[in-house]
Structures are given as structure tokens and as C-alpha cells.
């Protein structure tokens, strides 16, 4: 078994990072000038990464699949973006974060890694300011923050319920920037489909142009994994329909280990699904917690309209459950907790498989204060509701406007109905400190990486994450290897392993055309997230997760002997492309599913229902299992597991209480 | 060294000559409506003809005459050239094109109105000014002014070109109705407090100058004013 | 497989590459139901289309939930269909009725061409925010994000410009095929905040001229392009905008 390496510096916590950062090997100008990194995805992560290393110096050439830059799926995260500002004056600290962020994720992530996210944090909001990204601000002219789950101070900058949008266009300005200068090479409508290995290390990607189909070399001396997450592997997800594991998985079929793959995170508050036809699911922000009360009947099976419900026949679990924290715990227990009472029966809605969000009580107070402001002494009921429907919807008009758009309901006047859908995978390539994984000189940042949610992310903070390794942490940690790589000439592109890379890709293409079976890519995309859904979904158990196994085995032998891809291979072909992405998601659900049957404990989004306390909490084992899974690759879809411990010196873990 | 660039030849630019020259002629528009309203003075013209007399002679006038030709050559050779660039921004048609729903027709027609009013230009031009310029007026009236009154008294004794007028007068009030106020927004005049006020001006603009207008030829022809 | 009841008759562009000529092609589709989105319904012709062995239709789609700016339908004459403040994706069937015939045609202009079907090439829109759409600050050059407080009702119109999802709909129904309210957003969102000023002159200058490079048409005040703007994006912007270009051009001695 390779001896997994986490290359984490040594010394005080507090220091660590400062430390690196200040020793580590340097690139000089003049070297940076002939250095070339691939950057495969433009999200937070790949744009803030490519236009920082541009910014350095170095020539950098970027990928997406997308049209533009611009419409990576970060532009779609909602709520807000944590950092230890303590800009409200309520205690928060860098160490707060950082042990929120422990806790949050059930002490399954690294001591190190979360720390330095911590430091960083600050640094993330001053260049997003000073790129004009509009955040949200208070009258005085000061930045505004709001509360998100699993903490309890207020941290998250936002810009309404775009925070995603701005921050992204951001990271795209700057990226733009660069482009414009000549410093990055853009190569959007591409898609990464090899990662080229020369003498053990990374060198360069196989992209297909998908306008014209054509395979394309490129060399460089480090190539950045920027790619995202796989919740896709549901089919029904919160994420873009484009959204994929292609990059990833192909890196790690090429010998860089996946961390801890069945780290999901399933949301609570999404829109419910409505139908058989329905292609994704759509979140309504954690932020929406702040100001709503999530409920169900107190009766089973009733089927009275909201309204009609008395306020003492009606049951606000989370608050009873968890006094302490109330509608702002972890979006892990959250789901959890939702799916319990829907189980049990007291679920609303049509297909019985929803809870209420209900806003009319922070509606009520939020119009009594306003009523205030105005000089209107004991206002009657109807005023405050109407005064503070003004303010709810500047706070959330978007997303309540978004929520009526696809129900037909109007949540001003209705408590809306939400349900848990897959949102985020904590899971993702293994790297170590530096972001670098098995494969040296391959990198992966941002939801695409394992590293710092631990198993169960909290609210506000992928946003912070890719941001940070896309700004502050690979700019710095490329250093280390590329100072070491100066020798090397660029790979001509004629190199065997290019030509073996490209073969292997077209191979794959054609087979994809030559099967000419009798269904479609999106009939086994949606078996697959069916068996995913049922079987390593929010409850996972011993019996279901090898049935799951057996049965995506199943359908790997179905989809490649009775696929059809209509078309060619030379010319733009969505189904073509949606047929690479499920192939790798089938050999992906797989493993994800073998991770969860091997981690025999609950943790964060890991719910085994074996392995649960009495009042149905997550259960974990820290003696057998504080450690994260990387699974490496050995063929033909089999995978072997190799563990790196996790050790807490800073904090004492404990049973995660949010009560 | 600093120069002006493209500041005329890029987009903006040539819409800023639009505005600018389009706002030149809406304040010619309020001078010739004044003079053309010494009519209801109805003493036969004297007072109008006077006006007229005033209008021929005093050089200021006589020097923007020339400035208000240049200003009308640059609206229309500039207007035609926008046309003629915005289709080609466009080579292929929609099948289906549901403009009425985002826009008003007019704004949309705006080539289209021009057009119809350079050919009543035309018209009106060769009608009048060509003589009082260069053929000659044949008449004076009492004061000894030019009979410029005279002329007009005969001109729409012809129904066909009082309906003409009409006409062009009906497209000039669509044209203003979009052009007015889309003369501020291309100079930047856009504000919250400002431009409802902009917008409610130029409306009864567009209305009242074109209706006084038409109204002339209407009152001529109907005998209403000798 | 869908479970709704409604019939409907789709002309769609087929186009099958750059080069080659389109038409509208009718397809019949059934039991649509009301509670689809409008892609969804396009899944489900496109389900069938592979069924039967025919090329399914090409078109940009992705987040799904109106934010990414992919998709880009000109649905019976107007851009994202028949509903106001929304995006092809949040248009849902319940806004047709059964029987109806609805036409979709891509966006149509000279500076994005079609590359098949229902998609277009965009990335003019990235050439123009690359040639100024951006404040310049190198990573690690930020100072404290509350030392420079900035009104809030400044910081909310810089928003309500950044909200632009860079989609399109604005030069797809301008009969002008004019960008000027996207270039606008982007002008305005940067030069209404402290931190763009330094650039702000040069900005509206290179990005109006990158805009007009790219063979886009003239902004004739129709305001089609604020209407049928997902987002709301506001005419005052393009107002803001020339009196940025003209204080560049006319009293800024710099010039680009």
C-alpha cells in the first residue's frame, strides 16, 4: 500500500500556513514566463486560480465545457460566504471558524487545511470587494451579514441571493482580465477527457473541442483539477444539467486516489420533485432559514390546507428537537430530520414527501418593526404582513419568485414546501496540503477536492472554499513543485503518451457510437440515480448498499451493450457528451457505494441506519474510523482502499450536539 | 496625443448626432409653429406675413437657416445609415418576431416615419421655401411684405395636399413621440426624478406641435382663416 | 412516459452546423404535462427523437433555475417565451394551453451566429468584458473590504447591473441586434462604485469599442431590450453609459 503523504507542515497550528507560505520555494519571473499550466474548469476554483497564476506570470491556458466562463455552476450558489470578519462583533474569530467547520463536517476533515481556510477567509471578502463585487450593505455603508446554519454568529457576506452570481463574475472579470491581456488562453465549449501522465507526473490533457469534435492535445507543466462536484450521479440534483465527474474520474483512473466518495450532502430546503418528466431540483438558500419556521402536522396523513392547521396542531421538529440551534442546524441533520417525520407520515403536499417553510411569523415581526420605523403605533395584523412582505422580498424576492415560478404557488401568501435533494459532494480527489494529489504535478481545487468539509459542509462555505484555493492556496503551494520542474522541457506533443491518451479517448467515443443499442443516455442516467438515491442516499444500510453495487454492475453491462448515441463523432453532439459523463458516473456510483458499505459509522452526510443513537443521531465510530478514505484505482473498475488518519490536536472531539 | 477617436463614429457617437441634431429641430419646429400661428391673428395675413418678412431677412435667422439645413442633412444621412447598419446587424429574420410585446410600434418605425417625412419635406420645401427663396413670391400684401400668406391660401386649396399634410403630420407627432424623450436617454439625461417629467413634456409635445400644425393647412382649406 | 395532457405542435430551427441552411421543422408532442419546464418538455422530445433514430435537437442549456445565462429560446417571437422577469428554464408548460403551436427560433444576429439548431456563439459577450469589464486588482492587493463604506442605495443599483446574466435575450429582441444593454450593466455596476473609478473612463471606452467590433447594431431607445430582460436590467444604465462615453470623449484628455 502507498504511504499516503498529507505534507502538513509542521509546527503550531496557528503558524502553519504563514510558515509555508514564507518558505516556500519560489518561481522567478523570468522561468514563470516559459512555465504553462492547464486549468480544467472556471468556476470560483479555475477562474480564480487561472487569473491569479496569469496574474504571477505564468502562461495559462483554461478549459470549461460552457459557452462562457461565466455560467460555471458557482454562479448558481445562493446564500452567502462565510469569513472570520467579525465584522457584527459577536465573538466570531478565526478559531471559531475553524471549529465550526471541524464540527460541522463530524471531525472527518483535516485539522490543517481547515485552519488555513480560516485565515484566508478575511482575504477573500477584501479582493471580492475590491473587484466590485456589490455584497450586500447597511445603511452606514458597511458590509452586512446574516446567519447560516451550524453557527451562531453572524459571518456570511451575500448579495441577496446571488452571492454565487457575484462572486463568480468576480473571479470571471479578473479572469476576463487576462484573457484579454494574453495572459490566459480561453478555450471554452472544450471538455477534458485524458490527463496526460509522462514519467509519473501530469503533463497536459486531451480536450475535445465539442463544436467541432476534435481531439486536442495540450502540454503543460501542472494541470489543475477545477472540475466541481458529482452530485449528478443522482440525476436529480441541484446541479447544473452540464455538471460532471469526467475530469476527475479520468484523473483518477490515471492514478490520482478519490477522498472519501460517499460524502453527499443532500440539502433541505429544495423545491420538491413534481413528475417523472422533472430533470433537476432546485434549492431554495440555507439563508431562507433565517426567517423561516420549518414545520409538519402534528397529525398523520393531514390534509387540511396550511392554513387551516392551529398553531398548536402544528409540529416545528426542529425546534423541539434542537432547542439550541433550532431551524439553523447543520443541513445534514436538517435533512435527516425531514426525511424522518416524512417517513413516519406526517409529510405534506401531494406526494406526501415535503415540509413547510413558513415564513408568516418573521413576516408578522419584521412588518411590527417597520410599522415602528413609520410612526404606526399597534399596528393591525393585515398592515404588518403587508410592511414585511416588502421586507422578505427584498431579502429573498428571487428566490421567492424562482419558488412560484416552478410550483405555481405564491409563497407570500403559502408556507412553501420543500424538501432534502442532493446539492454537494464533500467528497473528491485526495490531495494533500498543497492541493496536489497522488499524481504529482496534478492538482484539484475547489468541490472537485476532498479536503476540507470533512463529511457534511456547512452553509456558505463552498463559495469559500473554492475561492480560497483558487486565490490565496495553489498560487502559493504551486511553488513548491514547479520550482523542481524548471529543467523540464515542455512535452512535445507528439509524445507517446499524448498519442496513447488521445487513442484511448477516441476509443472510447467510438464505442460510445458503435453500440447502437435501443436507449437513451438519460434512461440510464436516470436508472442510475434511481439505485444512488434508494440505496447510498441520506440512509444508507449493509443490505441496500450491496444490492446497489450488484445492481449498478448491472446496469454497466446494460448501458454498454444497449446504449444509442445518435450522431457522429465530428460535430456538436450533446448525447455524445452525456454519454461519457454517465459512463463515468455509473463506475463512480459504484464506488461510492463500496466507500459507504466500508465506513461502518454515521457521520455528517454518511447516515448508516445501522449506526445511529437513540434518538436517531449519527453514530461515529472515531476508534476504527477517524480517517479518510482514498481509493485507488487498479482496473477494470475494481479499487483498493488506502487510509490517512486524521488527527485532532487542537480540538476535542466530541459527539456533535446541536440540541 | 489626445484626440476625440471615435467618439462620432462608434455607436454612441452616431446617436449622439441623432439626438443632438433631432433636439436642433424640435426647437426649429417651435419657431416655425409660432410664426406659422400668427394665422389666427386672421388680418389676412399681415401679421403672418410680417412674421415671414422677419424670418427672410434678419441674418441670425438667415445663418441658422444654413446651420438648420446642415442639421437636417446630418439627422437624415445619419438616420438612413443606422438603418442600413441595424439590419445588417441582423442578416437573418425572425419568422416569428412578437415586437408589440417589449415595444411601441413607432419606436420600432422610426426609419419608416423619417422617410415618410423627408418625402413631405420635399414637398413642403419645393411648395414654399424653393419660392420665397429663389423663384419668388409674385405678391405683396398691404404692408409691402412678401405675400407669402397669399400662396398658402391657394397651396391648400388642393385637398389631396392638405390630406398629404395631415398625414406627414400624424407621422411627425409618432416620430416625436419616440423621439423626443429618446433624445435625452441617448444624451444621458436618465433620471429617476427627471425624466417622467421628460417623458410627460414630450408626449403633449408630440401632440400639440404636429396638431397645430395640421391644423393650418385644415382652417386654410376649410375657409376658417382668410 | 411524460404524465400531462397536453398536445401541442412545436416549428422548431433545425440547422444542422454553421454553414448549412435551416428551416422551421413541425414536431407533434403529447401527454406534456403542465407542470414541466419548458427544456423539460424539449427532454422529452428529444427522448423520443433518439427513440425513433432522428438527431435530437441541439441547445444551450445548464443551471436550469435562471441564473448561468446558457439558455437562450426565442419562444413566439420573444426571447424566454411569453413571461416577463424569467428565463427559458423557469418558463413552465402551465403557461400554454393544449393545442397550441408554439415556434422557437434561436437568437438571431450577426455578431451570434448559429452553430446548430437552437445554439448560438455568444463569446462576443466575453471578448467585450475582456477588453475592460474588470477592476483591475491583482490577488493580495485588497485592502480591508469595510475601510471604503459606499452608500447603500449606490451599492444597490451597482447590483441590480450586476445581476445581468449575460444571456442575450437584450440583443435577441432589439431589432437593432444591439448589446448596449449588456456593456451597460457592466459600465455602470463598475463606474457607480469607489473602487471602479480609476478605470472608469477607459472602460467605456475600450468596451464600447470592442462592442462595436463585434458587428453588433445600434441602440435606437426602443427599451425591448429592458423588457424583455430576465433580470430587469434598466435602461438608466444605458443613459449612464453614454454620459460615461461622452465625458471620456469629450472632457477626459485621455485618450485610447
Known amino acids: 500500500m502507498a504511504e499516503l503523504n498529507a505534507h502538513i507542515p509542521e509546527g503550531e497550528l496557528t503558524d502553519k500556513w504563514t510558515k509555508l507560505r514564507s518558505s516556500m520555494p519560489l518561481v522567478n519571473p523570468s522561468n514563470k514566463r516559459s512555465i504553462e499550466i492547464i486549468v480544467v474548469g472556471s468556476g470560483l476554483a479555475g477562474a480564480s486560480a487561472a487569473a491569479t497564476l496569469a496574474e504571477m506570470g505564468y502562461k495559462v491556458k483554461c478549459f470549461c465545457f460552457q459557452d462562457s466562463p461565466r455560467r460555471a455552476h458557482s454562479i448558481a450558489a445562493q446564500g452567502g460566504i462565510n469569513a472570520a470578519k467579525n465584522y457584527q462583533n459577536d465573538g466570531d474569530?478565526?478559531?471559531?471558524?475553524?471549529?465550526?467547520?471541524?464540527?460541522?463536517?463530524?471531525?472527518?476533515?483535516?485539522?490543517?487545511?481547515?485552519?488555513?481556510?480560516?485565515?484566508?477567509?478575511?482575504?477573500?471578502?477584501?479582493?471580492?470587494?475590491?473587484?466590485?463585487?456589490?455584497?450586500?450593505?447597511?445603511?452606514?455603508?458597511?458590509?452586512?451579514?446574516?446567519?447560516?446554519?451550524?453557527?451562531?454568529?453572524?459571518?456570511?457576506?451575500?448579495?441577496?441571493?446571488?452571492?454565487?452570481?457575484?462572486?463568480?463574475?468576480?473571479?470571471?472579470?479578473?479572469?476576463?482580465?487576462?484573457?484579454?491581456?494574453?495572459?490566459?488562453?480561453?478555450?471554452?465549449?472544450?471538455?477534458?477527457?485524458?490527463?496526460?501522465?509522462?514519467?509519473?507526473?501530469?503533463?497536459?490533457?486531451?480536450?475535445?473541442?465539442?463544436?467541432?469534435?476534435?481531439?486536442?492535445?495540450?502540454?503543460?507543466?501542472?494541470?489543475?483539477?477545477?472540475?466541481?462536484?458529482?452530485?449528478?450521479?443522482?440525476?436529480?440534483?441541484?446541479?447544473?444539467?452540464?455538471?460532471?465527474?469526467?475530469?476527475?474520474?479520468?484523473?483518477?483512473?490515471?492514478?490520482?486516489?478519490?477522498?472519501?466518495?460517499?460524502?453527499?450532502?443532500?440539502?433541505?430546503?429544495?423545491?420538491?420533485?413534481?413528475?417523472?418528466?422533472?430533470?433537476?431540483?432546485?434549492?431554495?438558500?440555507?439563508?431562507?432559514?433565517?426567517?423561516?419556521?420549518?414545520?409538519?402536522?402534528?397529525?398523520?396523513?393531514?390534509?387540511?390546507?396550511?392554513?387551516?392547521?392551529?398553531?398548536?396542531?402544528?409540529?416545528?421538529?426542529?425546534?423541539?428537537?434542537?432547542?439550541?440551534?433550532?431551524?439553523?442546524?447543520?443541513?445534514?441533520?436538517?435533512?435527516?430530520?425531514?426525511?424522518?417525520?416524512?417517513?413516519?407520515?406526517?409529510?405534506?403536499?401531494?406526494?406526501?414527501?415535503?415540509?413547510?417553510?413558513?415564513?408568516?411569523?418573521?413576516?408578522?415581526?419584521?412588518?411590527?418593526?417597520?410599522?415602528?420605523?413609520?410612526?404606526?403605533?399597534?399596528?393591525?395584523?393585515?398592515?404588518?404582513?403587508?410592511?414585511?412582505?416588502?421586507?422578505?422580498?427584498?431579502?429573498?424576492?428571487?428566490?421567492?419568485?424562482?419558488?412560484?415560478?416552478?410550483?405555481?404557488?405564491?409563497?407570500?401568501?403559502?408556507?412553501?414546501?420543500?424538501?432534502?435533494?442532493?446539492?454537494?459532494?464533500?467528497?473528491?480527489?485526495?490531495?494533500?496540503?498543497?492541493?496536489?494529489?497522488?499524481?504529482?504535478?496534478?492538482?484539484?481545487?475547489?468541490?472537485?477536492?476532498?479536503?476540507?468539509?470533512?463529511?457534511?459542509?456547512?452553509?456558505?462555505?463552498?463559495?469559500?472554499?473554492?475561492?480560497?484555493?483558487?486565490?490565496?492556496?495553489?498560487?502559493?503551494?504551486?511553488?513548491?513543485?514547479?520550482?523542481?520542474?524548471?529543467?523540464?522541457?515542455?512535452?512535445?506533443?507528439?509524445?507517446?503518451?499524448?498519442?496513447?491518451?488521445?487513442?484511448?479517448?477516441?476509443?472510447?467515443?467510438?464505442?460510445f457510437l458503435s453500440i447502437k443499442g435501443t436507449k437513451s443516455v438519460d434512461h440510464f442516467h436516470k436508472k442510475l440515480g434511481k439505485i444512488m438515491w434508494d440505496k447510498c442516499g441520506m440512509a444508507r444500510n449493509e443490505k441496500g448498499l450491496k444490492e446497489g453495487i450488484a445492481e449498478i454492475q448491472q446496469l454497466r453491462k446494460e448501458f454498454w451493450s444497449d446504449l444509442r448515441v445518435p450522431g457522429s463523432s465530428d460535430e456538436m453532439n450533446p448525447e455524445l457528451e452525456k454519454a461519457g459523463r454517465v459512463a463515468d458516473f455509473i463506475e463512480l456510483g459504484e464506488l461510492m457505494c463500496m466507500d459507504a458499505l466500508n465506513r461502518n459509522e454515521s457521520c455528517g452526510g454518511h447516515f448508516r441506519e445501522e449506526y445511529q443513537t437513540e434518538e436517531g443521531e449519527a453514530l461515529r465510530d472515531d476508534e476504527n474510523y477517524a480517517y479518510v478514505s482514498a481509493w485507488e484505482y487498479k482496473g477494470d473498475v475494481t479499487f483498493e482502499l488506502h487510509k490517512e488518519e486524521l488527527k485532532f490536536e487542537n480540538i476535542k472531539v466530541a459527539q456533535r450536539s446541536y440540541k | 496625443?489626445?484626440?476625440?477617436?471615435?467618439?462620432?463614429?462608434?455607436?454612441?457617437?452616431?446617436?449622439?448626432?441623432?439626438?443632438?441634431?433631432?433636439?436642433?429641430?424640435?426647437?426649429?419646429?417651435?419657431?416655425?409653429?409660432?410664426?406659422?400661428?400668427?394665422?389666427?391673428?386672421?388680418?389676412?395675413?399681415?401679421?403672418?406675413?410680417?412674421?415671414?418678412?422677419?424670418?427672410?431677412?434678419?441674418?441670425?435667422?438667415?445663418?441658422?437657416?444654413?446651420?438648420?439645413?446642415?442639421?437636417?442633412?446630418?439627422?437624415?444621412?445619419?438616420?438612413?445609415?443606422?438603418?442600413?447598419?441595424?439590419?445588417?446587424?441582423?442578416?437573418?429574420?425572425?419568422?416569428?418576431?412578437?415586437?408589440?410585446?417589449n415595444s411601441k410600434w413607432y419606436s420600432r418605425s422610426m426609419g419608416l416615419l423619417g422617410t415618410l417625412l423627408l418625402i413631405f419635406l420635399i414637398v413642403h420645401v419645393s411648395k414654399f421655401w424653393v419660392m420665397s427663396r429663389f423663384t419668388g413670391i409674385p405678391t405683396v400684401d398691404a404692408n409691402g411684405n412678401h405675400d407669402l400668406f397669399a400662396v398658402m391660401v391657394e397651396t391648400f386649396k388642393d385637398p389631396l395636399l392638405v390630406l398629404l399634410y395631415v398625414l406627414a403630420m400624424v407621422s411627425l407627432a409618432y416620430h416625436l413621440l419616440h423621439g423626443f424623450s429618446s433624445a435625452f436617454q441617448t444624451l444621458g439625461w436618465n433620471h429617476k426624478k427627471y425624466t417622467p417629467l421628460i417623458k410627460g413634456f414630450g408626449f403633449w409635445f408630440s401632440i400639440i406641435i404636429p396638431l397645430l400644425f395640421a391644423l393650418m393647412p385644415i382652417v386654410m382649406y376649410l375657409g376658417c382663416i382668410k | 412516459m411524460s404524465t400531462g395532457n397536453m398536445n401541442l405542435t412545436l416549428k422548431i430551427w433545425r440547422q444542422k452546423n454553421n454553414k448549412a441552411k435551416g428551416g422551421l421543422v413541425d414536431y407533434k408532442i403529447s401527454e406534456v404535462s403542465p407542470d414541466m419546464s419548458f427544456l423539460e418538455m424539449f427532454d422529452v422530445l428529444n427522448e423520443d427523437l433518439v427513440a425513433k433514430g432522428e438527431e435530437p435537437v441541439v441547445f444551450d442549456h445548464d443551471c436550469r433555475e435562471g441564473i448561468c445565462g446558457a439558455c437562450s429560446m426565442f419562444i413566439d417571437g420573444r426571447p424566454h417565451g411569453p413571461k416577463e422577469g424569467i428565463t427559458t428554464c423557469q418558463l413552465h408548460m402551465r403557461s400554454f394551453n393544449d393545442g397550441d403551436t408554439i415556434v422557437v427560433e434561436p437568437w438571431r444576429a450577426k455578431a451570434f451566429p448559429v452553430i446548430k439548431d437552437l445554439m448560438v456563439d455568444r463569446t462576443a459577450f466575453d471578448r467585450i468584458i475582456a477588453s475592460g469589464g474588470f477592476i483591475s486588482v491583482n490577488t493580495g492587493n485588497a485592502q480591508d473590504a469595510n475601510n471604503l463604506p459606499i452608500p447603500k442605495v449606490q451599492a444597490d443599483s451597482a447590483f441590480e447591473a450586476a445581476a445581468c446574466i449575460g444571456c442575450g435575450a437584450c440583443v435577441a429582441t432589439c431589432k437593432n441586434a444591439s448589446a448596449m444593454l449588456f456593456v451597460s450593466a457592466k459600465v455602470s455596476q463598475l463606474a457607480q462604485l469607489p473602487q471602479g473609478q480609476p478605470e472608469r473612463y477607459r472602460r467605456v471606452q475600450s468596451m464600447v469599442a470592442q462592442m462595436d467590433a463585434e458587428g453588433f447594431g445600434n441602440c435606437t431607445n426602443t427599451g425591448a431590450c429592458e423588457a424583455e430582460c430576465p433580470k430587469g436590467i434598466s435602461l438608466e444604465n444605458i443613459a449612464r453609459m453614454n454620459r460615461d462615453f461622452y465625458s471620456a470623449k469629450f472632457v477626459s484628455e485621455e485618450s485610447i
Not at chain 1, 413609520?374 to 428571487?398: A, W
Request: hydrophobic content about 40%; some cysteine.
Open chain 1, 93 to 511: 474569530s478565526t478559531y471559531r471558524l475553524f471549529y465550526d467547520t471541524i464540527k460541522g463536517g463530524d471531525y472527518r476533515a483535516r485539522e490543517a487545511n481547515v485552519h488555513r481556510l480560516a485565515e484566508v477567509s478575511t482575504n477573500i471578502i477584501d479582493q471580492c470587494v475590491a473587484q466590485g463585487v456589490p455584497l450586500a450593505r447597511e445603511y452606514g455603508g458597511l458590509l452586512d451579514n446574516r446567519s447560516f446554519g451550524g453557527t451562531q454568529v453572524q459571518r456570511t457576506f451575500y448579495a441577496a441571493g446571488q452571492t454565487g452570481q457575484q462572486l463568480l463574475l468576480g473571479a470571471y472579470s479578473a479572469l476576463e482580465r487576462q484573457v484579454g491581456m494574453g495572459k490566459v488562453e480561453m478555450f471554452t465549449r472544450h471538455e477534458m477527457l485524458e490527463v496526460v501522465v509522462v514519467e509519473g507526473k501530469a503533463k497536459g490533457i486531451i480536450a475535445r473541442n465539442l463544436l467541432t469534435g476534435e481531439l486536442e492535445r495540450h502540454s503543460g507543466h501542472a494541470v489543475l483539477l477545477c472540475s466541481g462536484g458529482y452530485g449528478n450521479v443522482f440525476y436529480l440534483s441541484t446541479n447544473a444539467m452540464g455538471s460532471n465527474v469526467t475530469a476527475a474520474w479520468k484523473a483518477h483512473k490515471k492514478g490520482a486516489f478519490f477522498g472519501n466518495p460517499c460524502y453527499t450532502q443532500i440539502h433541505p430546503t429544495c423545491i420538491p420533485v413534481s413528475g417523472d418528466h422533472q430533470s433537476k431540483l432546485t434549492l431554495m438558500s440555507e439563508s431562507l432559514r433565517n426567517d423561516g419556521r420549518i414545520w409538519v402536522p402534528k397529525k398523520k396523513d393531514d390534509t387540511r390546507k396550511a392554513s387551516e392547521i392551529p398553531e398548536d396542531e402544528r409540529d416545528y421538529y426542529l425546534e423541539r428537537r434542537y432547542p439550541a440551534f433550532g431551524n439553523l442546524v447543520p443541513r445534514d441533520v436538517a435533512s435527516r430530520a425531514a426525511k424522518e417525520r416524512c417517513d413516519a407520515g406526517y409529510g405534506v403536499g401531494k406526494s406526501k414527501l415535503a415540509v413547510y417553510l413558513d415564513f408568516k411569523e418573521n413576516t408578522e415581526r419584521y412588518g411590527r418593526i417597520e410599522a415602528n420605523k413609520n410612526n404606526i403605533h399597534n399596528p393591525d395584523k393585515e398592515t404588518c404582513m403587508k410592511l414585511g412582505r416588502e421586507v422578505i422580498k427584498e431579502k429573498y424576492g428571487n428566490l421567492f419568485d424562482m419558488y412560484a415560478q416552478i410550483t405555481g404557488e405564491d409563497p407570500y401568501e403559502l408556507p412553501m414546501r420543500i424538501y432534502p435533494a442532493v446539492h454537494y459532494t464533500m467528497g473528491g480527489l485526495w490531495v494533500d496540503y498543497n492541493l496536489m494529489t497522488t499524481v504529482p504535478g496534478l492538482y484539484a481545487l475547489g468541490e472537485a477536492n476532498f479536503s476540507d468539509h470533512g463529511a457534511n459542509r456547512l452553509g456558505a462555505s463552498a463559495l469559500m472554499q473554492g475561492l480560497a484555493d483558487g486565490y490565496f492556496v495553489l498560487p502559493y503551494t504551486i511553488g513548491a513543485y514547479l520550482s523542481k520542474e524548471l529543467a523540464t522541457k515542455p512535452i512535445p506533443q507528439d509524445h507517446p503518451a499524448f498519442v496513447e491518451a488521445e487513442a484511448s479517448a477516441k476509443a472510447i467515443l467510438d464505442k
Open chain 2, 1 to 101: 496625443m489626445a484626440s476625440f477617436g471615435n467618439a462620432f463614429s462608434s455607436s454612441i457617437g452616431k446617436k449622439l448626432i441623432m439626438g443632438i441634431t433631432g433636439l436642433f429641430l424640435i426647437s426649429f419646429l417651435v419657431v416655425h409653429c409660432f410664426i406659422n400661428a400668427l394665422i389666427i391673428v386672421n388680418d389676412g395675413g399681415l401679421t403672418f406675413n410680417m412674421g415671414a418678412h422677419f424670418m427672410g431677412t434678419n441674418w441670425i435667422i438667415r445663418a441658422m437657416e444654413v446651420v438648420l439645413f446642415a442639421g437636417l442633412l446630418a439627422h437624415i444621412v445619419q438616420g438612413f445609415r443606422l438603418v442600413f447598419q441595424n439590419r445588417a446587424a441582423r442578416p437573418e429574420r425572425y419568422a416569428v418576431n412578437n415586437g408589440s410585446a
